[in-house]
């Protein structure tokens, strides 16, 4: 079956705009993730949701970031004013359930540079 | 706060030798454990997962390990083959996160 898609896969915006990253998780997976992966490093958390709602947010760096995910399938991370420090790989991933030791599937990423 | 720490940061070998990868985790209060694979410019395939239960899991040429009360994992790859050469990254799931390790870098020259 479909795994996770993510687009754009490449996307590139000059500082101060406003940019949005889409995530189609596996038809029927309940739980989405999206997570940050700065050159070099390994991904960090960013948002979980369970169905329509953010379960868990934290890892958002700051107000200008946002996602949603309003019929339980999609997801749209926002990102307003962009910077040049949000520059990055966003990925996105989904799983059956979300507590417990449900394993998660990656999309490919969308890199995002901004200059 | 989960802290997940890989070494080496990079190996090189010659082809035909044995890899071994090690993670350490902070917490080990964790449901599993994941290693994945990830080339340059690309997303994370995954390898392998051991649930907290479990003490192995071997795929192919692949075989990871957990002691989930020391706080440590181990991914061995067998006869190393230039195209194993990738970063490998592990991540342990606490609740519904992940948090990952910087990753191994590997090179394995023919």
């Known amino acids: 079956g479909a795994g996770v898609s993510q687009t754009p896969s490449n996307k590139v915006t000059e500082k101060g705009k406003y940019v949005e990253l889409r995530c189609d998780p596996i038809s029927g997976h309940t739980a989405l993730y999206w997570y940050r992966q700065s050159l070099g490093q390994g991904p960090e958390f960013l948002i979980y949701f369970q169905g329509t709602g953010a379960a868990d947010d934290s890892g958002l760096p700051n107000d200008r970031f946002f996602a949603v995910r309003p019929e339980g399938s999609v997801s749209t991370l926002k990102i307003q004013r962009t910077e040049r420090g949000d520059s990055a790989v966003y990925l996105c991933?989904?799983?059956?359930?979300?507590?417990?030791?449900?394993?998660?599937?990656f999309g490919p990423g969308t890199r995002l540079t901004v200059t | 706060k989960q802290e997940v720490t890989q070494i080496p940061a990079a190996l090189s070998v010659p082809e035909g030798e044995n890899l071994v990868l090690n993670c350490s985790f902070t917490d080990s209060a964790i449901y599993n454990l994941q290693w994945f694979r990830q080339d340059p410019g690309k997303g994370l395939t995954s390898l392998l997962l051991?649930?907290?239960?479990?003490r192995e899991q071997t795929s192919g040429r692949l075989n990871a390990s957990l002691d989930k009360s020391s706080g440590r994992s181990t991914l061995y790859i067998a006869a190393s083959q230039p195209g194993d050469s990738a970063t490998y990254l592990c991540a342990v799931r606490d609740d519904y996160k992940l948090s990952f390790g910087a990753g191994t870098t590997v090179t394995v020259r023919a």
């Open positions: 051991i649930q907290s239960s479990q």
């Open positions: 991933a989904s799983s059956l359930g979300g507590a417990g030791g449900y394993e998660q599937y």
